[in-house]
Antibody
Framework: EVQLVESGGNFVQPGESLRLSCAASGFPFSAFNMNWVRQVPGKGLEWLSYISADSTSIHYADSVKGRFTISRDNAKNSLYLQMNSLKAEDTALYYC???????????WGQGTLVTVSS | EIVLTQSPATLSLSPGERATLSCRASESISIYLAWYQQKPGQSPRLLIYDASNRATGVPARFSGSGSGTDFTLTITSLEPEDFAVYYCQQRFNWPPCSFGQGTKLEI
């Protein structure tokens, strides 16, 4: 069974940093591209970042470019999102999602909540 | 930026009825549209990708159609577990991709 489990969400102040993790199991993690997607509770979905299976191709949404960094460790079956210079508008539930075919997301984690507030 | 507009915002139907949800793109996206279902407290679930391909394990009562700018998700004979929020998503010339604002399907 495919499982994606996010962690690392927390309450932080504007300008601070946070690192999210996503532990993958039940599939050959090193063979799949991965993504981060966020959702403000009760609102819509926003794609944030993509990383290819071998980490050679990385893409970001304009809203997080220059502030967020995606990475992965295939030996640990883990995906990461380093978030710097956090803003109030980054408050959301953050999901990791497996990539089926170029930004089609076939499996999602349960999400980890990030709250940015002074 | 490609904008997706879903209609209606809320659709009220009864179990056993047919549901038709619409998604319109601000410019042509060929067939690169997906549909997701999200129930309260759960993460989204991929239903349809590339306009008409059902994802693994999705029941046959879910079908997608359309190309260019107009797309439809049809659910024949609604089951109680189908009442949820549905999002469309485009990936034409990705990255980036974008999502619609959602349609709430309620009993």
């Amino acid at each position: 069974e495919v499982q994606l489990v996010e962690s690392g969400g927390n309450f932080v102040q504007p300008g601070e940093s946070l690192r999210l993790s996503c532990a993958a199991s039940g599939f050959p993690f090193s063979a799949f591209n991965m993504n981060w997607v966020r959702q403000v509770p009760g609102k819509g979905l926003e794609w944030l970042s993509y990383i290819s299976a071998d980490s050679t191709s990385i893409h970001y949404a304009d809203s997080v470019k220059g502030r967020f960094t995606i990475s992965r460790d295939n030996a640990k079956n883990s995906l990461y999102l380093q978030m710097n210079s956090l803003k109030a508008e980054d408050t959301a539930l953050y999901y990791c999602a497996r990539d089926l075919t170029g930004l089609n997301f076939d499996y999602w984690g349960q999400g980890t909540l990030v709250t940015v507030s002074s | 930026e490609i904008v997706l507009t879903q209609s209606p915002a809320t659709l009220s139907l009864s179990p056993g009825e047919r549901a038709t949800l619409s998604c319109r793109a601000s410019e042509s996206i060929s067939i690169y549209l997906a549909w997701y279902q999200q129930k309260p407290g759960q993460s989204p679930r991929l239903l349809i990708y590339d306009a008409s391909n059902r994802a693994t394990g999705v029941p046959a009562r879910f079908s997608g159609s359309g190309s260019g700018t107009d797309f439809t998700l049809t659910i024949t004979s609604l089951e109680p577990e189908d009442f949820a929020v549905y999002y469309c998503q485009q990936r034409f010339n990705w990255p980036p991709c974008s999502f619609g604002q959602g349609t709430k399907l309620e009993i």
